[in-house]
C-alpha cells in the first residue's frame, strides 16, 4: 500500500445555513470517513469547493483536519491553482501545518504548454519535502498530461504519486504510484497494481471500496454493485450530488457556494434512489 493509504476520500466541505464554513462539521465528517473505510482524507480539492474558499478558509480546513485526525490517518491537501506563485504559497503553508501529502491540479484556464507545466510543478516540488500527487483532469482544465510527460514529471524531487482522472491515459507511469481519479476507475487501476484512489462515493460506500483493495478475488462483485450509486455521484456536477447524499443521509454537510447550487429535484431523485436500492437510506434511518 502506498504511503499515503489506498482509499483516500475527497471530502467535501461542511458549510452552515449561511454557507460559512462548519468548523465542528469538518472535524466530524474526517473522522466519519476514516472510520468508515477511508485510509486519509484529500481536503480542499474539486470536491472540498476549493475554488470559492478564501486561502484563509482553505489553509483552517487543513488545520482543522490535521489536528483532528492526529496521524490516525492521512492527510492530503489540495493547493493547485493555475497561478504558479498561488500554488506555490499554498504548498508552503500546507507544508508547515503537517500535511502528509499534496495534490497538485494541472493548471486549468491558462493551459500551459509542456514547458510551463514542467516549470509550474518544479517549482511546486521545490516549496516542499512533502510528497505530492499529480491531478490530471483534463474535462475541467482543458490540458491533458499524456503518460510521457508525468513519466518526466516523475524525475522531480517529491513527486511521487498521480490521481488518473483521463480514462484514455489509464497505464502504469515510470517512477509514478497510481491513483484513479474517478470512483469507476478504481477496480481497474488495482488490476494495474496501483495504489488505490482519491474518491467520492467513499462518503457513502467507504467500506465497500475499502474491500476491493482488501478482498481482490471478490473486487469486480463489489465493483459491480456500486455502479449505480457512481453514477449517482455524477448525476450533476461534483460536488453537487454527494453533498445531496451526506445530507440524506444525515450528516449535515449543507450547502453549496455559488456558481454550484444545490441538487433539483430530479437530481435528488437519482441520488435517494440509488441510495435506497442500496440499502443506505434504510440503515441510516433504522
Do not use: W
Request: hydrophobic share 45%; proline share 4%; with cysteine.
Amino acid at each position: 500500500m502506498s504511503g499515503l493509504g489506498a482509499i483516500l476520500t475527497a471530502m467535501v466541505t461542511p458549510f452552515d445555513a449561511q454557507l460559512r464554513v462548519d468548523e465542528d462539521g469538518v472535524a466530524r465528517l474526517a473522522n466519519h470517513l476514516v472510520s468508515n473505510g477511508s485510509d486519509g482524507v484529500v481536503v480542499c480539492g474539486t470536491t472540498g469547493e476549493a475554488t470559492t474558499l478564501t486561502d484563509a478558509e482553505h489553509l483552517r480546513v487543513i488545520e482543522l483536519v490535521v489536528a483532528e485526525l492526529k496521524g490516525r490517518a492521512t492527510v492530503v491537501a489540495g493547493v493547485g491553482s493555475n497561478d504558479t506563485r498561488h500554488a506555490v504559497h499554498l504548498t508552503e503553508r500546507a507544508t508547515a501545518l503537517g500535511v502528509d501529502g499534496l495534490l497538485h491540479v494541472t493548471p486549468y484556464y491558462n493551459r500551459p504548454n509542456r514547458r510551463g507545466m514542467i516549470r509550474h510543478f518544479a517549482a511546486c516540488a521545490e516549496a516542499t519535502d512533502k510528497p505530492i500527487v499529480l491531478y490530471n483532469i483534463p474535462a475541467r482544465t482543458g490540458t491533458d498530461m499524456p503518460n510521457d510527460l508525468l513519466a518526466e514529471l516523475a524525475q522531480l524531487d517529491n513527486v511521487t504519486a498521480v490521481k488518473q482522472a483521463n480514462p484514455d491515459n489509464l497505464a502504469p507511469v515510470d517512477g509514478l504510484e497510481l491513483y484513479a481519479g474517478n470512483d469507476d476507475m478504481l477496480a481497474d487501476v488495482l488490476e494495474l497494481g496501483g495504489a488505490g484512489g482519491i474518491l467520492v462515493a467513499s462518503h457513502v460506500v467507504g467500506e465497500e471500496m475499502r474491500r476491493m483493495v482488501d478482498e481482490p478475488e471478490r473486487r469486480r462483485e463489489i465493483d459491480a454493485t456500486l455502479q449505480e450509486i457512481y453514477a449517482a455521484m455524477g448525476a450533476t456536477t461534483n460536488p453537487i450530488p454527494v453533498k445531496a447524499a451526506m445530507n440524506l443521509l444525515g450528516h449535515r454537510v449543507g450547502g453549496l457556494r455559488l456558481p454550484l447550487v444545490e441538487a433539483d429535484e430530479q437530481e435528488l431523485a437519482v441520488v435517494r434512489g440509488a441510495l435506497e436500492r442500496h440499502g443506505l437510506l434504510a440503515t441510516a434511518s433504522a
